[in-house]
């Protein structure tokens, strides 16, 4: 876990000094280039730096100075950012994210398995307040979990449009044949959503505990029927998840007809049974699948339903814990965007980092202890110490 090695990996495989080129602001006479600043904002994942205030700290000593390669008293100041922000240009920025998603793409880092053994592209939207900016994220399960790109949104009840110009733009600058299928949650099993996704070359996937549909009630009544076994279309499948300690049974049918779409819906219901109950969680959990995707398994579309958690686990909660994105960084919009895009490009990057290179040296150096992502954020800081220790030495 070294940060030299890390740029190196990323600088090789991402072209990331390239790419971090091309993010300009509005300033006349910068001092500090933007992409100074671009940088440092990015690399708050990797360093496990809480706040601004954290940064401009980091920002002020010699080990800092030395990796930036700076002769400035510091690299930049906790004011220097939300001024340079201010000014920074958002679509240079989004330009930024979109060509390490293609460099991704190149690595194959997207794609994914499902149990079946079918390899598709699979990816996420879901909306979240980080402090007081809301905003639409979509991003992709595979190797590697990846913010593919993000829409402000004016806040609750607004998630659904906002969702649409996400899908939309993403559609536009990666292809409609870029994403296979896009999970999303209850919020989205309607009838334009279903269809706006299959106008930009994607099947949407729905899971919901809501059994309010009508074609939710139509499945029901089939699946459960005295004389359900007459339906040859009808499929059932059980198991044990032994990962997630559950016992499962999923019903799926599909060519389920629903508000006059021209394209038939695909309907399962799961039934998780946990192994060893505990306190204040329910023993049984049941769920329901909607999707206009077909020629899926029943362990297909359970796996499917599970990985939509994804962008809340590894994106979201991941986020958080290393810089505090749930705390309200700025009273600007425009800056909180900002601040986000870059640091959701830094998980992204050290994600990657990880999966390529970084597990194989972790099991190697350090066998028998747990390995958090706070320890790998310790493990790049300390690492900034001894390049800098290095160079001193005569």
């Not at 930024?96 to 079918?118: A, H, R």
């Not at 307040?129 to 993000?150: E, P, Q, T």
């Not at 994105?325 to 895009?341: D, I």
């Amino acid at each position: 876990m070294h940060i030299g090695h890390f740029t190196k990996y990323c600088n090789d495989n991402f072209s990331l000094r390239e790419c971090e080129q091309g993010v300009r602001d509005k300033r006349q006479r910068p001092v500090i280039a933007a992409r100074d600043v671009f940088q440092c904002v990015r690399e708050m994942p990797l360093l496990g730096q809480t706040s601004l205030l954290a940064l401009d700290q980091y920002a002020r000593s010699p080990e800092a100075r030395q990796w930036h390669q700076t002769t400035r008293a510091m690299v930049v100041s906790d004011t220097t950012v939300e001024r340079v922000l201010k000014s920074m240009d958002r679509s240079s920025v989004r330009d930024v994210n979109y060509q390490l998603v293609d460099k991704f793409d190149e690595e194959e880092l997207f794609d994914w398995k499902t149990p079946s053994g079918k390899k598709i592209r699979f990816g996420i939207i879901d909306g979240s307040m980080f402090g007081n900016f809301s905003c639409s994220v979509l991003s992709v399960a595979g190797c590697v979990d990846a913010v593919v790109d993000i829409e402000p949104s004016p806040g609750r009840g607004h998630e659904l449009a906002t969702s649409r110009r996400l899908i939309q733009r993403a559609a536009t600058k990666l292809g409609k044949d870029f994403f296979d299928i896009i999970a999303a949650d209850g919020l989205y099993p309607t009838r334009n959503d279903f269809l706006w996704c299959r106008q930009w070359g994607c099947d949407l996937l729905v899971k919901t505990q809501d059994e309010t549909s009508n074609v939710i009630q139509d499945a029901r009544c089939c699946f459960f029927a005295p004389d359900r076994d007459r339906w040859a279309e009808l499929c059932r499948v059980e198991g044990i998840d032994h990962e997630r300690g559950v016992s499962y049974e999923v019903i799926w049918a599909e060519e389920f007809s629903w508000q006059d779409m021209p394209v038939p819906l695909t309907v399962a219901w799961v039934r998780e049974t946990f192994l060893k109950p505990q306190k204040n969680r329910p023993e049984v959990v049941e769920f329901w699948i909607l999707t206009t995707a077909r020629g899926f398994s029943g362990e297909d579309l359970r796996e499917m339903g599970h990985r939509r958690w994804r962008i809340e686990n590894g994106t979201f909660k991941r986020l958080n814990a290393l810089v505090g994105s749930k705390r309200c960084w700025s009273h600007n919009p425009h800056v909180c965007e900002l601040l986000l895009r870059m640091w959701m490009m830094g998980l992204m990057l050290l994600g990657a980092y990880i999966f390529a290179r970084g597990i194989a040296l972790m099991s190697h150096n350090w066998k028998h202890m747990k390995r958090t992502w706070h320890w790998v954020t310790r493990q790049m800081m300390a690492s900034v110490w001894h390049i800098a220790a290095w160079q001193h030495t005569p």
